[in-house]
């Protein structure tokens, strides 16, 4: 009797078990993550088609690492990298810039297209260099940097990424130059403005999980991982309610550095979840911001770039006609106040009314237009425009100042251009130390 009620409970549980696998083998959300990976993969082939976009390294990699390909665009692209990209790179470095993380991006975009990477140089000051000889310079003048002034001139995400770049193409990585880095996290002193830099945190853990993959001489074994502890600690815990890991354009980097460590997909589910909506809401509509994200949803790290072949490649990717735009009905105009605070401290306030649904940057040249004393100009980036001067003031970078711009208080966790304004609110522009 005990035995049959028993079996009689096995049988039961075995109908759920089945029930719920059979559920499972449906995949109802399976079929919608294929389209919405399809959808994003192909916005990415169209921001590369735009001839008045800049080619993008990163969105390259992101196309790289897909699992579905157009090789010609691909190729295309990669040729427009090789001319346009690197002559801003020739650029910069004339005018005495530094180019770490552009030169990195670049590397890690022609190792995955599989190029030669030592058959490419960089001409400057009379000499002639292989790009990986001239990564390797920066980062030791970045190394040099952090040694006198206890920063790099650039920022730790690029410092990351000049270590990746060097190791994911076979490059030894001095052990100064990775124990600068540890100690930069085990010391808290990676940031984005006054907090944690969360980014900056996962394209460290790649770059160092990169190293211990690959047993490059570090100073001390330990200390890489207590580093890597460290950084897969905070990852973890910069999740949100809502299943972001820092926030929406953080999560993409975190769940690839996280992948990169080890930490299972199953363990990703929320932050996974998170990123789908997001994507079904168009979240990720700046090329760059969907190109951190496409790897991700494939479960692929910038670390599967060391040991990419491509051979046998998928050529299945088509641009579909892109759907129209949804057309936003403006609903009328939306009060705007526009506070500057100059880094003397000094504020002034300016007031306008504008279309609702309008780009701060259309906002802003409103304003700007009404000849009321506002004025503004910005400098392009990967990531965009970057507001750079306000009323004749600079905020540079070199001073280690920028201008923040928050909402009602609030930091805003988009650029200029894409963020929009849909209800009356109080912006603040202040120029800030970092
Ligand atoms: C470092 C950094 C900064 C530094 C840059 C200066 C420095 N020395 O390091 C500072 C603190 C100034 C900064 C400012 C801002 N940042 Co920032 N920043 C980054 C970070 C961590 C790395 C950028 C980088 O070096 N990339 C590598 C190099 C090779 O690419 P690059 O394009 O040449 O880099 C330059 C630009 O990206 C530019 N930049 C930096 N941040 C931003 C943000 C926007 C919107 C634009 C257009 C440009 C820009 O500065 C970089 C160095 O010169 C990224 C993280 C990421 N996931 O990319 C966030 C990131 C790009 N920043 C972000 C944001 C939101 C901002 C701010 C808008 C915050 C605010 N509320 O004011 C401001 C920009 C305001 C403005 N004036 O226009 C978001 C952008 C998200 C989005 N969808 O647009 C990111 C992705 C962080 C995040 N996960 O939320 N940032």
Partial sequence: MIYSSAFCQFQ????????????????????????????????????????DQPPNPSVHIALRLSTEHNLAKESEHLTRLKTEFHDEIEKSL???????GRLALYILALRSSCHDLQSL????????????????????????????????????????????????SGVRVSAHVSHKLMHAVEHGQIKHGESVCIDSHAMAGMALQCLKHEGTAVKDNAELDRTLDTIRQRLLNSKRANGHMGGEFSTGLVVQALLAMGIEVEECAAA???????????????PIAASQV?????????????SKECRREDDTLTMDAESAPEALPSHGQVSLQVEVIEASGASSVFSIDVPKGSTLFEALSLLQNKRIGFTFSTEESLWGAFLSVVNEEQARQTDRRYWLVSSEGT??????????????????IKNTGY
Wanted: glycine share 4%; charged share 20%; aromatic share 8%.
């Fill in 94 to 100: 004339g005018n005495g810039e530094l180019v770490l």
């Fill in 294 to 306: 496409l790897p991700a949803l494939q479960h692929q790290s910038y670390l599967e770039l060391k």
């Fill in 121 to 168: 140089h960089v001409n400057h000051n009379h000499l002639r260099e292989t790009l990986l000889i001239h990564l390797k310079k920066e980062i030791e003048e970045e190394k040099q940097n952090i040694a006198f002034s206890h920063r790099p001139k650039t920022n730790y995400y690029q410092y990351s990424l000049g270590i990746l770049a060097l190791c994911v």
């Fill in 12 to 51: 039961i549980t075995c109908m759920i078990v089945g029930a719920l696998l059979a559920l499972a083998a449906g995949k109802p959300w399976a079929s919608e993550h294929k389209s919405l990976l399809l959808s994003l993969n192909q916005q990415l082939l169209r921001s590369v088609e735009t001839r």
């Fill in 272 to 286: 996974f979840e998170a990123l789908w909506e997001d994507v079904k809401k168009g979240t990720y509509h700046n």
């Fill in 411 to 428: 930091s805003v966790t988009q650029g200029i251009k894409d963020y929009k304004i849909v209800s009356a609110q109080h912006i603040t």
